[in-house]
């Protein structure tokens, strides 16, 4: 068996979900624990449900088991004589780890941000993850609102280009070191600069996770481009699944260092479309196989 760990935002937890497929599709008795990664993140929780996405839960007793937890005082006296036998492997680096689809026995921790997790089941997660199977989940209480399809008309009605700024937690002088001073002003500059010379007439619009009208506002203004209207899309933040399915919608997309829009420019199915990210993903990373052949790499404009 294989429990692959759940961790981190609607983005992240996709690609969990996407490596979990790929191992279900090679015949791998493969299961989920979407408990553990959220114990100590009190700001996130499971968050495939308005897709309808369903998987095989680890029970308590399998992940005990695999990761030699037992809090027995047998179990710790064992691990005490003769140490822990835990069958969990935690991903060192942010390379693409072929060996993985031998593994079979073994606890996953780790993101698998990359595209070569999941080579066999694209077409199933794009259909998992698009508007017609969220459209369909509206009786369980998702679905998209009538504001997002408000905005979703007007996206698909335009040469539309989603720009993504992540901030929230990457604002954190803890999350700097990482993820700070990558996707600059220069960076949103020079990539909304290139797709309006190649489309003229396209027209932006604004996701993020700060809610924050003023300083939405305020970066409208600082980024206008004379010719080209930067619409603000302003949806709650509980429902970051309708942002990833308007971006995806949009026929262009100007990426964050952000696996949420990674995602959305994944599940983009537009032949001719723009994306651009950012040439660095991580301060100190090798990110090189997060990175698709449709991608162009812009750097921070520094």
Not at 84 to 108: A, C, G, T
């Amino acid at each position: 068996m294989i429990i692959i760990q759940m961790m981190g935002g609607l983005g992240n937890q996709m690609f969990q979900y996407a490596l979990y497929c790929q191992l279900k599709s090679m015949g791998k008795d493969v299961k989920m624990d979407d408990e553990a990664g959220f114990k100590e993140d009190k700001q996130r929780d499971p968050a495939l449900a308005p897709f309808g996405i369903t998987y095989e839960k680890a029970t308590t007793e399998e992940i005990i088991k695999m990761r030699d937890s037992s809090p027995a005082l047998t179990a710790k006296v064992r691990r005490k004589l003769f140490g822990r036998q835990n069958h969990s492997y935690f991903e060192e680096s942010k390379r693409f780890l072929p060996k993985i689809f031998d593994w079979d026995n073994i606890y996953l921790e780790g993101y698998w941000q990359s595209e070569k997790y999941f080579p066999d089941v694209g077409k199933q997660l794009k259909e998992e993850f698009g508007l017609e199977r969220l459209r369909n989940c509206k009786e369980e209480g998702y679905g998209l609102s009538a504001q997002a399809e408000s905005y979703l008309e007007r996206i698909e009605g335009t040469n539309s280009v989603s720009i993504h700024v992540r901030r929230g937690d990457y604002l954190l002088p803890a999350n700097q070191e990482l993820f700070g001073n990558i996707c600059t002003d220069g960076y949103y500059e020079s990539a909304m600069k290139a797709v309006s010379d190649k489309y003229p007439d396209c027209t932006f619009y604004l996701f993020s996770n700060d809610t924050d009208s003023e300083w939405t506002d305020g970066w409208v203004e600082a980024h206008s481009v004379s010719r080209n209207e930067i619409v603000p899309v302003r949806l709650p933040a509980d429902k970051d699944y309708e942002a990833l399915i308007l971006m995806s919608r949009c026929r262009h997309n100007i990426l964050a260092n952000s696996s949420f829009s990674w995602w959305a420019s994944y599940l983009n199915s537009h032949p001719d479309k723009m994306v651009i990210a950012p040439e660095k993903w991580l301060n100190g990373w090798d990110c090189r196989d997060l990175y698709r052949a449709d991608m162009i790499q812009m750097d921070s404009g520094m």
